[in-house]
Structure formats: C-alpha cells, structure tokens
C-alpha cells in the first residue's frame, strides 16, 4: 500500500512538471485527487489495512495529497501569471494621445467696440452705468414719450414678459432710471443688449446692442451735442470722417437728428459701397431730450436742458470691422474671431 502511494505521489509529481495549460492542471487534478482519482481510490481501501497501519498510511497519503495539491497550486500560479501577461500585451493599449493645443478665445469684435466705445466716453467725462434688460413699460415707453399708439409698443414689434414688463427694446429707458435716480446735472452712457421682434438675416437680429448717451446741464445746446459727436466719431474711424445731421423724429427728443458718416470704404469719395454717395447712412440717432421726458423723471425743465444720442453698436462693429453678416457676431466661432 505504502509503495503504492509512493508511486502514486511520483507519477503525479512527474506528469504535474509537463504541464503546460490550465486545463491539462485540471484534468491531472481530477485524475489523481477527483472522487474516483488515484489517490481516492487508493485510500478507499484503507479499511482492509491492519488498524495499526491505518494511521501510518492515512498520514503519508495525506502528505502526499498535500504535496499533489501544493504542487498543483504553485503550477496554476505560474500558469494564470502566463496567461495575465499574455492578456495584457495583447490588450494593451496606448494611452498617450496628440491632443489638440489648448486653444484660447478671443475677443469678440463687438465686444472690443463697446470697450473702446465706453473708454472713449469716459476720457470726455461719461460715467458708464447699467440698467436691467427686463424693463418696465412704463420706463421703456411710457417715462420716454412713446405714445399709446405708437408702433413699436406693438406687440408684434416687442417681447413682452406680461402687460407691464418686456425685454427693453431700446437702451433709453437707463437714461430714465438715471434721470430718477440721481437727477441733474449728469453725463451717461450705457451700452448693452436689447430686444424687437425682429426675422434674422444679414442685417437683422431680434437681439442687438445699442449704446446711448445723455447729458443733462443747464445751458446744454445742439451745438454741444454735434461737437461731442463729430469728437467721438473721429476719434472711433478716424480724423477725415465727417458727420451729416438729417431732421428725423424720436417721441424723447425735439429737435431730433439721424446722423450719417463718411463712407468708411471710400472716406467719402464714392463707392459701391456707399452706392456712390459718401456716406454711410443712419449710424445714429440724436437730439434734444424733450422737456416732457425731463418732467416725468423729476428734472426742472425751466433750468435744464439735455441732449441724448444712441446707436446700434453691431452696426458700428460692422463698419468698423467690414463685417457683412451680423451673424457671425453672435456665432462666436473661433475662426471669425480670430480675425480681429
Ligand atoms: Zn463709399
């Protein structure tokens, strides 16, 4: 019986040794130590054995049975540890990736205008201020002179929120909040977005900007308000730009202007452009701030007077920068952006 283990033990020791894959481990593993294996037979018969043997050989069956098993164990080691590596260089996968350069915005032209535009206000002694883009009607329309029957108090012309509140068509109605809150005398400007129902195209977007000044003084005349103007916009296009003033009506101010410019193609010689006339047309509005639109803000009209301007700032972006798509102002695309 002794003898029989023992051969039995190095059989199993030697064919362990060739092993090569999992499943010959396995089904060596059965072969010797599984339910009707070599070892398990064997030791079936102990109960033929001498009692006193019984112990003898129950011990050396199990050290064999151990030293079967360690061995198995220390084999499936070394056998997973092969088959992980092969796994692994045949998974592997490389991590390292060329990434696109950190690319970095730029300024939006628009944007760069309102700066220069508000810097160059301030050097003439305008404070910059802000205003809510949701407004009241009462500060978009009513406070500015805009009568009830009036177009653009349409609804089809205006967002509005509810019957008292829109999204303020206009950047006027800071100068209202302006006028009420701190009174006179003042010098303003205030630029942002603004709101009217309005089809997208080239030229049109229901959201543009505007930018709008206003001076309350006493002894504030037409005279002060073209000269503050023709500064303004020498210094934006440039010294050989002249300006045209064209009586136009506005509900706030009386007398009212629009102003055109020398055609910034041709500097006023005459392009297609500017179809052959030398000017651009409509850069801005202006006048005298109606002595109505004082009183509802709680200004003396008898002791002052104001004037007011404002302007539509992608247009002067436009012409500034020869854009000819308002689109691509509110597209943000890199690639238009970093023209500029
Ligand atoms: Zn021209």
Redesign the pocket.
């Known amino acids: 019986m002794k003898e029989k283990l023992d051969k039995i033990g190095q059989g199993a020791i030697k064919e362990l040794e060739k092993v090569s894959d999992l499943k010959e481990l396995e089904d060596l593993r059965v072969k010797y130590l599984g339910k009707r294996g070599k070892l398990t037979l064997v030791l079936r018969d102990m109960g033929k054995l001498d009692p006193k043997e019984r112990p003898i050989v129950g011990q050396m069956a199990n050290s064999i049975r151990k030293e079967i098993e360690e061995k198995i164990s220390s084999i499936k080691d070394k056998l997973d540890e092969e088959v992980k590596k092969i796994r692994l260089e045949k998974e592997k996968i490389d991590i390292t990736m060329t990434r696109e350069k950190t690319r970095l915005g730029h300024k939006n032209p628009l944007i760069a205008t309102i700066e220069e535009l508000e810097d160059l206000f301030t050097s003439m002694g305008f404070t910059v201020i802000e205003g809510p883009e949701i407004e009241t009607v009462e500060n978009n329309f009513d406070a500015l002179n805009t009568p009830a029957n009036h177009p653009s108090r349409d609804h089809s012309d205006t967002f509005y929120i509810n019957e008292d509140l829109l999204l303020r068509t206009h950047t006027s109605p800071v100068q209202i909040r302006a006028m009420k809150e701190m009174g006179a005398p003042l010098r303003i400007i205030s630029a942002g977005r603004t709101f009217r129902f309005d089809d997208v195209d080239d030229t049109h977007s229901p959201m543009f900007h505007q930018l709008e000044g206003l001076v309350v003084d006493e002894n504030v005349s037409m005279a002060n308000l073209i000269h503050t103007l023709d500064i303004f916009i020498k210094e934006l296009f440039g010294a050989g730009m002249k300006t045209r003033y064209r009586p136009h009506h506005f509900p706030f101010t009386e007398p009212s202007a629009e102003v055109d410019v020398?055609?910034?193609?041709?500097?006023?010689?005459?392009?297609?452009?500017?179809?052959?006339?030398?000017?651009?047309m409509e850069l801005l509005g202006c006048g005298m701030v109606h002595p109505q639109v004082l009183e509802n803000c709680g200004i003396d009209s008898e002791k002052y007077t104001g004037f007011a301007f404002g302007m539509g700032i992608d247009r002067i972006t436009m012409v500034k920068y020869g854009i000819n798509d308002i689109r691509l102002l509110f597209e943000n695309d890199n690639r238009f952006l970093q023209q500029f």
């Open positions: 020398s055609c910034i193609s041709c500097m006023g010689q005459g392009c297609e452009q500017c179809n052959y006339t030398g000017w651009d």
